[in-house]
């Protein structure tokens, strides 16, 4: 079971900027793929940018240039720095990681969300 648990989100001025960070639990495990998602109220969950073992990254489009994700693969810890949050990046963030464990059963783990709110 490879677990993830995510940094402490936060309220932030509209313009500010926040880090999060998601550490995955679990000894012998390769990472492919690790990801940031959000879902605001009413609305369903959506990506927000991902990241490759090898460090290729893709974004949504809403945040690209805003928004930087990276990885520690040697503490497989995810990172996401966002600059000039805006109201509308208002959300619940959850981190997510996909690979194999150390007997090659493959896994897709989810964090337990953490709460970004921007103010205007």
């Known amino acids: 079971q490879v677990q993830l648990v995510e940094s402490r989100g936060g309220l932030v001025q509209a313009g500010g900027s926040l880090r999060l960070s998601c550490a995955a639990s679990?000894?012998?495990?390769?990472?492919?793929?690790m990801g940031w998602y959000r879902q605001a109220p009413g609305k369903q969950r959506e990506l927000v940018a991902g990241i490759s073992i090898g460090g290729i990254t893709n974004y949504a489009d809403s945040v690209k240039c805003r928004f930087l994700i990276s990885r520690d693969n040697a503490r497989n810890t995810l990172y996401l720095q966002m600059n000039s949050l805006k109201p509308g990046n208002t959300a619940v963030y959850h981190c997510?990681?996909?690979?194999?464990?150390?007997?090659?059963?493959?896994?897709?783990?989810w964090g337990q969300g953490t709460q970004v709110t921007v103010s205007s």
């Open positions: 997510s990681a996909a690979g194999t464990t150390a007997w090659g059963k493959p896994f897709n783990s």
């Open positions: 679990g000894s012998a495990i390769r990472i492919n793929t």
